[in-house]
């Protein structure tokens, strides 16, 4: 016992001794029996905290741990986070799970926690989108929502969204509140895990006919699509749940050519064709891949589990299937938009857009060129959401995205939304093949008129708590002594947003940050360059954002520009040593 520290060992025993079930207090002895004491440390030197996308993190028993009884502590925070809030209400939430294991039983556990507090439950009987669940919040007048997913993550995790009342995650003061109200919970015998049946009702179908009629309406291009109504899409939702509702999405644009992988197309926890299942990495679309080539598609797309995530590929110059990275989908689905709303005549000078801090830069260009004003947040879609609902009413949102390969289109969500991403990233390639274009001659045009940007995500994984440690001391390194040169150019400003500060290191002067406090830090160069630092909120993390950018003068100097930018982008991270 002497290498466990007495808080963690302390921890332990209150698990063995305490009113857990069976199963969990001998797997524990047995851990303690085997001297497993990285594990054991691993999974109780702390509680699970919300970060930018709430609970997430390797199931088992544990307190830094995704189970049944972080789950219900979870879930007794928020119900009595809710009751104080809503104190003369009758509280509804609304309840979704992804494929993931064990996401519908935690779901359950979650439903029968909320009822045994009196609060309404609306129960989605069968694994359906994170985006459908901000709908069903916003649609059924509920006060929360909870979503059981891990998102992209390594099969071995999974994790627990909160949402609040605008169908967004929790976002300051309230997810602290809602923190502090799981904080409180002494003992897990404060939890009322005995479920009151009545306060459950199953919904699942009629959500869906709603959700998919009203982004059906938000076509911009219907007649695109009738004349490239066969279009050939192949689609993926590597084992997730965007089986429910794209192919009827597409269905419903007006898309008649649709091929799914078969391989992905049954939902699976383990998901065995991929080693992770996240659209950003091009092993996880091997097989979608495989599927295009094979049927000459003109465009590949997949989705995450909880499908709130999309990845596309497209053919080339030369016809050979490339993957577009989040920057570039984001910022060409951006570019389609406005241009195709400029083209209905239907901007009117009222309309906005939102992008996030870490995202390409070449949308504020293109928003600056239609007119239209473009509002950087912070990291995490729930400032997107956060902003969205503060304009409600007085300002017409268009579209949000994020680098991460999350977008949205309209205002029925406050989330990321692959389902209707996939529609719009479909009837975005059939506006621009109605033209005589492809998406990549779509790409290679907009940085021709608007600057070629060039983006590359870091990440650096550094598990358990030795690993939390080795990240903040990088952060308090970068802090204290920023470099004074990247890629050949000089540093002219850093963006401390924990500390809301932006120093211009040229003037010496200082001025503050109008956005929430967060730890990142951005470096900004002489020629244009800037750099963000970001230890992830949800994942074992420090992530590093680098943009660069250069001129494309013609489409046949793609290759070489590409190339030259590539270099400046290894160079900085030479320098930053990553």
């Known amino acids: 016992m002497q290498e466990l520290e007495p808080s963690v060992l302390k921890k332990i025993n209150e698990w063995l001794q305490g009113s857990y079930d069976t199963e969990t207090k001998q797997h524990i002895q047995k851990l303690l029996d085997e001297k497993s004491f990285t594990e054991l440390t691993d999974s109780f030197y702390r509680d699970l905290e919300f970060g930018t996308g709430g609970l997430r993190g390797i199931m088992g ?63 989605f009987k069968e694994l359906r989108p994170t985006p459908e669940l901000s709908f069903a919040i916003r649609e059924l007048g509920c006060k929360s929502g909870v979503m059981l997913t891990a998102s992209h993550n390594p099969k071995e995790y999974n994790g627990y969204k909160a949402y609040g009342a605008d169908g967004g995650q929790f976002v300051y003061p309230h997810d602290e509140k809602v923190m502090e109200e799981v904080a409180a919970i002494g003992s897990i015998d404060e939890v009322r895990f005995t479920p009151e049946e009545q306060n459950i009702e199953l919904i699942g179908e009629e959500i869906d006919e709603l959700y998919l009629d009203k982004i059906t309406r938000l076509s911009v291009s219907p007649d695109a699509i009738k004349r490239q109504n066969d279009l050939k899409i192949v689609y993926s939702p590597i084992h997730g749940t965007g089986i429910t509702l794209v192919p009827a999405a597409l269905k419903r644009f007006g898309f008649t050519n649709v091929t799914l992988v078969e391989e992905q197309i049954k939902p699976d926890g383990n998901f065995p064709t991929v080693v992770y299942p996240n659209p950003e990495e091009k092993e996880a679309l091997t097989l979608a891949l495989k599927k295009g080539k094979d049927i000459d598609a003109d465009l590949i797309l997949a989705t995450d589990p909880d499908a709130d995530r999309v990845g596309i590929a497209v053919k080339n110059s030369e016809g050979e299937f490339i993957l577009f990275n989040g920057n570039q989908t984001g910022s060409l689905l951006i570019n389609y938009l406005l241009t195709a709303w400029e083209e209905k005549g239907k901007l009117t000078g009222n309309e906005y ?58 205002d029925l969500v406050r989330d990321k939304d692959a389902i209707v991403s996939v529609a719009f990233i479909s009837e975005m390639a059939a506006f621009y093949k109605d033209k005589g274009s492809s998406l990549f001659d779509a790409l290679l045009e907009m940085y021709q008129k608007y600057g070629f940007y060039k983006e590359k995500l870091v990440s650096v994984t550094k598990k358990g708590k030795s690993g939390a440690e080795e990240i903040k001391a990088m952060m308090e390194r970068f802090r204290n002594n920023p470099p004074v040169t990247l890629g050949g150019s000089k540093v002219i400003a850093l963006k401390d947003y924990e500390q809301r500060i932006e120093t211009d290191i040229t003037a010496g002067t200082k001025k503050p940050l109008d956005l929430p406090v967060s730890d990142v830090l951005q470096f900004v160069t002489e020629d244009g360059s800037i750099i963000s630092a970001r230890p992830s909120g949800t994942e074992p993390k420090i992530k590093f954002y680098c943009s660069v950018k250069g001129t494309l003068p013609g489409k046949d100097n793609y290759k070489e520009v590409s190339e030259k930018l590539e270099e400046k982008v290894t160079a900085i991270m030479s320098d930053l040593g990553v």
Do not use: W
């Open 353 to 410: 857009i939102v992008k996030t801090i870490v995202t390409s830069y070449i949308i504020d260009e293109i928003a600056k060129a239609k007119h239209v004003e473009c509002y950087n947040t912070l990291t995490g879609f729930k400032y997107i959401g956060e902003l969205m609902t503060k304009f409600q009413g007085k300002k017409t949102f268009i579209v949000g995205g994020e680098e991460s390969y999350g977008y949205l289109i309209g």
């Open 61 to 123: 028993p544990g307190s830094n741990r995704i189970n049944k009884y972080t789950i219900g502590a979870a879930t007794q925070g928020l119900s009595n986070y809710l009751k104080k809030t809503y104190p003369f209400e009758q509280i509804k939430v609304a309840i979704a799970h992804d494929s993931r294991n064990n996401s519908d039983y935690f779901a359950r556990i979650t439903a029968e926690v909320f009822s045994a507090n009196g609060i309404y439950v609306y129960f």
